[in-house]
């Protein structure tokens, strides 16, 4: 397959039409597949804001001063209160904040962004991912799949790499189970996670920092013929990680 980085994009502002933008710039066939990094797509939705507008109340106040303790850094409250306000569920707040968002999605600091936002403290991120990727795909010529990708860290790793938050127009993952290996053996629990896997490529072209560019196009690669999933997030009663989450206690 080949990936390759739509040119030119301008800086994103809110309300700009990610989807007229991208097809001013590429030609697009219907099997390509267009990853979008959630930061242009918050940008473009107005997902914005200012630590002002998050006044911390006291749950707030006291992580950032547990936080403070841990890292030895001033931190601020209100990026706290920020981050309580935009998640569901709080796994962790030492000595990180991680949590999830009302998506599903399990991130740090509730995948909240303080860098590349221009005019503003903080870029959250998009409401709605799927349905945010499911607009680009359906205004898109050819109406290739879109997916909404994001950079987060990765349990029992160190560095970051690039995962879907969101897709339209292909399942989320690819069902091997019940077909066979090389040698005849049937597989029994492998699927794929395709939307991810197609993500963190995507990351390799798209780059980081003040070189990136945020949409790429996955072109001649084919989801072959297996059954999809839109399975994504882990429900609680199977994710036995957070389980164990639950009842952790930090200790320096």
Known sequence: ??????????EIRAGDDLAAMIAERVDLRPDDVVCVASTVVSK??????DLEEFPA????????????EISGDEKDPRFAQAVLENSTDVVMEEPFILTEAPFGHVSVNAGIDRSNVPDHDLLLLPERPSQSA???HENLPESPPVIVTDTSGRSFRH??????????????????????????????????SVVDE????????????DGGNPVVVVRDWDFGDHDGSDNMFREMRRDFVRQAL???EYEP
């Open 44 to 49: 473009a939705e107005g997902r914005t804001a």
């Open 1 to 10: 397959m080949e990936l390759f980085a739509v040119p030119d994009l301008p």
């Open 159 to 192: 560095g970051q790499r690039a995962v879907a938050i969101g897709w339209a127009g292909m399942p989320a993952s690819r069902d091997w189970r019940g077909e066979t290996d090389r040698d005849g053996h049937e597989l029994q629990v492998t699927v794929q």
């Open 246 to 248: 639950r009842d952790w």
């Open 198 to 209: 197609l993500a963190g490529a995507a990351n390799l072209v798209s780059g980081e920092g």
């Open 57 to 68: 109340g006291p749950r707030a106040k006291e992580i950032a001063r547990n936080l403070e």
């Open 134 to 136: 499911e607009r680009i």
